[in-house]
């Protein structure tokens, strides 16, 4: 069994991995924000909560510097949406300050500690892959959030450490539950935390999933830019009429 650290941990998808993956008998740590909720996810059996805000460096790196792991899951982030009539760069540094920086400095926290065959594993979306209406900041920050995994990927690797990109569809969680438009084949943030425990054993270095929807919005990346972006606006209008009408 392994020993899992996962950040963000108090809620949504990263809470259920935490729960799920002490059930099925691994040692988890479980980082988050939320005091309350770390005491309860430690009454459960092999879970230790380990409280720090991943947006704040030093506290960070106080709060992992003597950690030892097996697997690592970058999982804390986010989610705010743009209003193209009134954009706010502020949203945009609030999304990217824990979506990117948060992620960076808790990779940062935890190499020292690193070893041969240890794991990181990132967690994405597949919003990285196509222009979705108003997801400038969110769509923006997972593509920064991949691209810097899969850099890390190749300089990491003459270390034997392993990286790994988990790009999750849409899930329910309190997040998203505050979404306002339609979440085509979501799932629960419990089957995703079987989705995610089963691509982070396995050897992939890049987990989709629900596996219907990914493979959809895959086929779409590979389509031409301009065929990506009549699509996604014809999903914008859709949206949008649907709105009007509600």
Known sequence: MAKILITGAT????ESLAIYAAEEGHEVIACGRNEEKLEELSSKAR???CRFDATDFEATKD???????????????????????????DMFRRVFEINVFGAVNVITALLP???????????????????????????GSKAALHYI??????DLAS????????????????????????????????????????????????????KRFS?????????????????????R?????KKNND
């Open 159 to 210: 270390k034997g450490i392993k990286i790994q990109s988990i790009s999750p569809g849409f899930v329910k969680t309190p997040l998203t539950d505050k979404n306002d438009f339609e979440m085509p084949m979501a799932i629960s943030s419990e089957a995703a935390a079987k989705y995610m425990l089963d691509g982070i054993l396995s050897d992939s270095s890049a987990i989709y999933f629900p």
């Open 11 to 14: 809620s949504g998808i990263g």
């Open 113 to 139: 500690n690193a070893e041969r065959g240890n794991k990181i594993a990132f967690v994405d979306s597949l919003a990285r892959l196509l222009p979705f209406t108003r997801s400038q900041a969110y769509g």
């Open 47 to 49: 879970i230790t909560g």
């Open 215 to 235: 493979a959809f919005i895959r086929f779409l990346n590979f389509l031409p830019e301009f065929l990506q972006r009549k699509i996604c606006i014809g999903m």
């Open 63 to 89: 709060a992992l510097r003597d950690i030892k792991f097996d697997i690592a899951v970058i999982n804390a982030g986010t989610c705010e949406y743009v209003d193209i009539n009134d954009v706010e760069p």
């Open 149 to 154: 995994a899969k850099s890390f990927e190749v």
């Open 237 to 241: 209008k859709k949206t949008k009429r």
